[in-house]
C-alpha cells in the first residue's frame, strides 16, 4: 500500500522558501520526509527501462529522486539521499563538483543502485542542506533537469 503525502508542493529553485518552512517544521515535530522529484528539460525525457535493465542494472534511473529526513530527536542527524543512475562511487563525482560533504557531515552509504545517503548535522541550516540536496542532484543526474520539482510531504 502506498502512502499518500500531506502535501505536494510544485517548487522551483528560484524559490525554495515554501519547503525550507516545510523543513523546519518537520524539524521541529522530530518526524515526517520530504520526497523530491525534478521535472526533466523538455526533449530529454529518458527512455522507459526495460524491465531486463531494471533487474540487471547496476545503476538507478537516469532521473533523481531525492529525500530528506529530519532528525528523530533534539541534536540528531538531518537524513539526505539520492537515489541516481550515474552509477558508483557518487561522492567522489560530487567532490569534482565542488559539492563534497560540509563539517561534521557524514557519508551513510553510496551505492551505485540504491543510491547516495549523508548524514548532516541536526543544526545545520534547513536551506542549505536542501541547496545541496538539489545540486547533488543535478550533479548525479544523467540527463538535464529544468529547475522545477515536486515536493511531497509526508507528516507521520
Known sequence: MALTP???LEVDEDDLG???DVLAELT???SGWVNLRPEVEAGHEP???SW???IFSA????VPFATW???AQPGGRVTLGIEHGSGPRALARLDDHELGLGPGWLKVADHPRRGLVVAAPGDADPADVLWWLLAASHALSTVPLSGAWRASVYRR
Open 47 to 49: 527512455p522507459p527501462r
Open 6 to 8: 500531506d502535501d505536494d
Open 59 to 62: 545503476k538507478g534511473d537516469a
Open 69 to 71: 529526513t529530519p532528525p
Open 18 to 20: 515554501a519547503v525550507v
Open 28 to 30: 521541529a515535530a522530530g
Open 52 to 54: 531486463l535493465a531494471l
